[in-house]
C-alpha cells in the first residue's frame, strides 16, 4: 500500500483537490500537461478550463474506458481529440472526458451515446456490429488484421457506403477510426514458446471473447477456445483456467499483463481496432460550420492517431520486455501457415461473408477496398 509521502499517494490527493475545486476534466487536463503538482500551473488550467467553457455554446462529453496517460502505449488520443475539437470549431465546442472508465465501457459507452446521455464516447469497432452487422467483418482472419489493411477498409468509399448509412440508421455518427495494431497470440508464464505456427497450440486454452468468428478461428487452427469474461481474465491466466490470449500488445500493457505472460507472438489475424462515435442527433443539431469543425477535428486526430502507432507499440514492448516478456515475429512461411489454416479465404467462412456483406458481390468490394492503398499510411506491427 503506498505512503502518504509517495509521490503515487501525493499525486492522487492533488488530483481529488483538483477535481473538487475545479472540476473533473480541468484536474485531467493538468494531470496529462505535468502541471498536477504545482498550484499556480494547475489555477492557471483550470482557468483557460472554465474560460473556454462559458466562452463555448455547446458541451460535448467523450467518454472513454482508458486513463490519459494510456496513449503512450494505447494510443486512444483523447486529449489530443478534445484539443482539435475546441480549436477547429473555433471554442464553439467545449469537451468534457470521462476517461478511465468513469461512464463504463465497450457496449454501455455505445449505449449511452445511441440514448443521448453522452455526446460522443471511444469503445472496439465491434460494439457496432449490434447495430451494423456488416462491422463484424473487421474479425475475419487476416481480412484486414495488418494495420494498412484496416485504414484502407475504414477509410473507402465502400465501407463509408455501405457500413455508416446502417450505423446511422441507429443513431450513431462514426467519427474516426483508431488503429490500435493487431491483435496478437500471447502465452502465460510456464509454457514453453515462442508460439511459431498453428501447430503450436494445438490444445491450448485460449482464452476468447464473445464473438463467434474468433471462436470459430481458433479452433480452426488447432486452440481450444475458453470463453473468459474480460474482468476475470488475468486471474484466468495466472491459475491456467487459460493459456493463451490475443489483445494488442499496447492493450496486454495497459491492462497489467506484462507480470504473467512469457511470450508474444505478432500473428496479425484481426485488429485490436476502436472507434469514436458520437449521437447523431446531437451532431445533426450542429450548425454546419461547427460539423465540418468536428469533421476536420476528428481527420486531424486519426492523422495523430496513425503516426503514433509505432512509438505506442515501441514503448509497451519496451516495459514488457523489462519484466521478462519475449516478442516472436513469424517468418513468411510460417506467417503463411496461419493463413493457410484459418484465413478468411477458406470456405468454413463463406457463410459469415454472405450473412455479414448481404452477399458475395458485396463482400468482393470490401476486400477490394481492403487491398486498395488508401491516402492515409500506418506502420504494421
Known amino acids: 500500500m503506498p505512503r502518504r509521502d509517495d509521490p503515487t499517494s501525493i499525486e492522487r490527493r492533488r488530483f481529488l483537490e483538483l477535481s473538487k475545486s475545479y472540476g473533473f476534466t480541468a484536474a485531467l487536463v493538468a494531470a496529462a500537461g505535468g502541471t498536477l503538482l504545482s498550484n499556480e500551473a494547475s489555477a492557471q488550467t483550470a482557468k483557460e478550463e472554465r474560460d473556454r467553457e462559458k466562452a463555448a455554446e455547446f458541451t460535448m462529453t467523450i467518454a472513454t474506458a482508458y486513463i490519459l496517460g494510456a496513449s503512450r502505449s494505447y494510443p486512444i488520443m483523447q486529449l489530443d481529440f478534445k484539443e482539435n ?19 463504463g465501457a ?19 469497432l ?9 462491422v463484424d467483418l473487421i474479425n475475419l482472419p487476416y481480412f484486414c488484421g495488418a494495420n494498412q489493411r484496416f485504414v484502407n477498409l475504414v477509410t473507402s468509399e465502400a465501407w463509408v457506403g455501405d457500413v455508416h448509412p446502417k450505423v446511422e440508421a441507429k443513431g450513431f455518427k462514426p467519427l474516426w477510426y483508431v488503429v490500435i495494431d493487431p491483435r496478437v497470440v500471447a502465452i502465460r508464464r510456464g509454457m514453453d514458446g515462442p508460439v511459431k505456427t498453428p501447430a503450436d497450440l494445438s490444445g491450448v486454452k485460449f482464452r476468447v471473447p464473445g464473438s463467434k ?18 474482468g476475470e481474465t488475468p486471474s484466468a491466466i495466472k491459475q491456467g483456467v487459460a493459456d493463451a490470449l490475443d489483445p494488442a500488445v499496447g492493450a496486454l500493457y495497459v491492462f497489467g499483463f506484462k507480470d504473467i505472460l512469457s511470450w508474444v507472438t505478432f500473428s496479425r489475424a484481426v485488429p485490436d481496432s476502436q472507434v469514436y462515435s458520437c449521437n447523431l442527433e446531437w451532431y445533426n443539431s450542429l450548425p454546419m460550420d461547427v460539423k465540418n469543425g468536428v469533421e476536420f477535428a476528428s481527420g486531424i486526430t486519426m492523422q495523430q492517431n496513425l503516426a503514433k502507432v509505432p512509438a505506442a507499440r515501441a514503448y509497451a514492448m519496451a516495459e514488457m520486455s523489462k519484466a521478462g516478456v519475449r516478442f516472436y515475429s513469424p517468418a513468411a512461411d510460417e506467417l503463411s501457415e ?43 506491427a
Do not use: C
Not at 85 to 96: A, I, M, S
Not at 344 to 362: D, I, V
Open 85 to 103: 475539437l475546441q480549436n477547429t470549431t473555433n471554442g464553439t465546442v467545449y469537451v468534457k472526458l470521462a476517461a478511465g472508465g468513469q461512464l
Open 106 to 124: 465497450g457496449g454501455a459507452l455505445a449505449q449511452k451515446v445511441q440514448n443521448g446521455t453522452i455526446q460522443a464516447a471511444q469503445h472496439s
Open 126 to 134: 465491434s460494439n457496432f456490429a449490434p447495430f451494423a452487422p456488416s
Open 213 to 230: 468468428m474468433l471462436q470459430q478461428y481458433y479452433r480452426m487452427i488447432g486452440a481450444n477456445p475458453t470463453p473468459v469474461a474480460w
Open 338 to 380: 496461419w493463413v493457410a489454416a484459418g484465413g478468411y479465404q477458406r470456405p468454413e467462412w463463406e457463410g459469415f461473408k454472405q450473412e455479414l456483406a448481404g452477399s458475395l458481390e458485396n463482400f468482393a468490394q470490401l476486400e477490394e477496398a481492403a487491398g486498395t492503398q488508401s491516402q492515409f499510411y500506418v506502420h504494421d
